[in-house]
């Protein structure tokens, strides 16, 4: 079972946005310390932030701090089966992995309303990809409530999309959408989940993947 198990006020970073090795669940699955580089530096796990969807949003911090970010869409067309949003999904996971080293943990944003039945089932089946695909893998992953996040970057539990996306381009990003925001703003809870002031650097967003 790779599913984190953190304190709910425990940090799992530093104040410089390390991780600190700790045991992630009954499955035995640890965030490692960070390494030494050659400069002496360390370097960083990397972590991936989804805000799960038909459009998805994501965001990645990189091993060298760097954070990365951008939407893809699972939209089906006419002529495809109800499964092909998911056989994309998890081939675009995939060739996320394979881009960004050191892949450590997943973070996704964990909705328990929704607008309505389709939604809510669409985003049960992707998250039972996710989850799936993070265990076959041994990836810890955890789901952060909306609210906590929303607290987190704006400072109200119940804030407006307007006011998340403002939240995040004052952290000096550039979201193109509610859904890269909404990634980057659960990315900057998992980097600093008790608002210690942990500083990135963003860099130009980019749109990985997509339909195929």
Known sequence: ????????????????????????????V??????MMADGSKERPAILALDLGTVTGWAVRA?????????????????????????RF??????????????????FEEVRRH????????????????TTWCEERVLPYQGVPVGT?????????????????AAVRKRGFAPADHNEADALALLLWAMDPRGSGVTVAPVAPRKHGGRR
Request: aromatic share 6%.
């Open 63 to 87: 091993g060298d701090g760097a954070v990365i970010s951008g939407t893809v869409s699972f939209r089906p067309s006419r002529y495809d089966g109800g499964g092909m949003r998911y056989l």
């Open 90 to 107: 998890r081939g675009w996971l995939d060739e996320l992995r394979r881009t960004t080293p050191g892949l450590a943990a997943v973070y």
């Open 149 to 165: 996040i929303k607290r987190h970057v704006a400072g109200k539990g119940n804030a407006r999309k307007e006011a998340v996306i």
């Open 1 to 28: 079972m790779a599913m984190m198990n953190l304190p709910e006020k425990g940090p799992h970073v530093d104040h410089a946005g390390l991780p600190i090795a700790r045991h992630a669940g009954n499955g035995g």
């Open 115 to 130: 607008a309505g039945t389709d939604a809510a089932h669409i985003f049960g089946g992707f998250l039972a990809h996710l």
């Open 30 to 35: 640890t965030c490692p310390a960070a390494p």
